[in-house]
């Protein structure tokens, strides 16, 4: 069955510094996302991505934050200078996007961000 | 109000008990409503979406009631590997989903 796949599993960075999590969404799916969860709280969205453009973002999602997608596999969340508050797993999603309208996301294991 | 609440739980029930989770959410727009499963430190799995005139799937039974903006799940016959959290997912708008809290649930030998 496909997956989404993310690496690393853990990430450890220092205050201030630039970190790039990266995700592998299902081939065939058109939509991708980003959702963080801090330890303990809930699911939070982050931003969406579809045709190569953000087409949604939360409040969350600021000028510290960037998505790409690089190639034709992978997508990444960049955060420019990381804050203690930025520690949280990070968890991403793709969706088929066919039906024209929201569907079912798969998500993947999860980053484990935690900044010193 | 928040966007989406959840029964605060934890909901601890001895196997084979039923359990049902309450949900509301605050956007009457909303378009897609789904319930997630998760365990401790794992990712969200989709547990089923809910459809307009209720859905069954073999123990697990969702309804939704678009008027008073509330969504339910219930659990059959409920199994220790039921323990988990359960996510209420409303679709806000466009591709934004917002998720609620969460209802914890142990199932008891």
């Not at chain 2, 605050?26 to 209720?54: H, I, T």
Request: net charge negative.
């Amino acid at each position: 069955e496909p997956e989404v796949t993310q690496t690393p599993s853990h990430q450890v960075t220092q205050m201030g510094q630039e970190v790039i999590l990266r995700c592998v969404p299902i081939s065939n799916h058109l939509y991708f996302y980003w959702y963080r969860q801090i330890l303990g709280q809930k699911v939070e969205f982050l931003v969406s991505f579809y045709n190569n453009e953000i087409s949604e973002k939360s409040e969350i999602f600021d000028d510290q934050f960037s998505v790409e997608r690089p190639d034709g596999s992978n997508f990444t969340l960049k955060i420019r200078s990381t804050k203690l508050e930025d520690s949280a797993m990070y968890f991403c999603a793709s969706s088929e996007g066919t039906s024209g309208g929201p569907d079912t996301q798969y998500f993947g294991p999860g980053t484990r961000l935690t900044v010193l | 109000r928040k966007e989406v609440e959840q029964d605060p739980g934890p909901f601890n029930v001895p196997e084979g008990a039923t359990v049902a989770f309450n949900c509301t959410y605050s956007n009457s727009a909303s378009q897609s409503f789904f319930w997630y499963r998760q365990d401790c430190r794992k990712e969200p799995k989709l547990l089923m979406s809910v459809y307009s005139s209720g859905n069954e799937d073999g123990r697990f039974t969702a309804q939704l009631n678009r008027a008073s903006q509330y969504i339910s799940l219930l659990i059959r016959d409920s199994k220790l590997s039921d323990s988990a959290t359960y996510l209420c997912v409303v679709n806000k708008d466009g591709q934004n989903f917002v998720f609620g809290p969460g209802t914890r649930l142990s199932v008891l030998p």
